[in-house]
């Protein structure tokens, strides 16, 4: 995959338009230099951001029993995320870290001495 794609995956369950990042990265090929990873690369990251969910093509499920006149035909379609791929970070790089919240403090609240 690579910056810019569109995938289905799986159900994720996040809501559309929130990030993601998938940290469960095989192979980073980048031009000639392949990093192969044993199982995953470590430290590597796909990050992307969620298109929201849609349903897949439908799969028939027939069973059939001759001589019998038996026969059942179900059908199923699985729940899939789209996600556009924002950006890979390969192992060592240093990934963008997220504005952080200012902590909040309820006004009048004191810690009681013993």
């Given at each position: 995959?690579?910056?810019?794609?569109?995938?289905e995956i799986e159900?994720?369950?996040?809501?559309?338009g929130s990030r993601v990042e998938l940290d469960k990265v095989l192979c980073?090929?980048?031009g000639d230099k392949v990093t192969l990873g044993t199982p995953t690369v470590e430290g590597a990251k796909v990050i992307a951001t969620s298109q929201g969910e849609a349903k897949g093509d439908k799969t028939v499920v027939l069973k059939?029993?001759?001589k019998?006149?038996?026969?059942?035909?179900?059908?199923h379609r699985q729940t899939h995320t789209r996600l556009t791929v924002d950006r890979i970070v390969g192992p060592g790089a240093a990934p963008e870290e997220p504005a952080k919240k200012p902590s909040r403090r309820r006004k009048g609240v004191t810690k009681r001495g013993t």
């Open positions: 995959m690579s910056p810019g794609q569109t995938i159900r994720l369950g996040a809501a559309e980073i090929a980048d059939f029993k001759s019998i006149r038996y026969s059942v035909k179900r059908g």
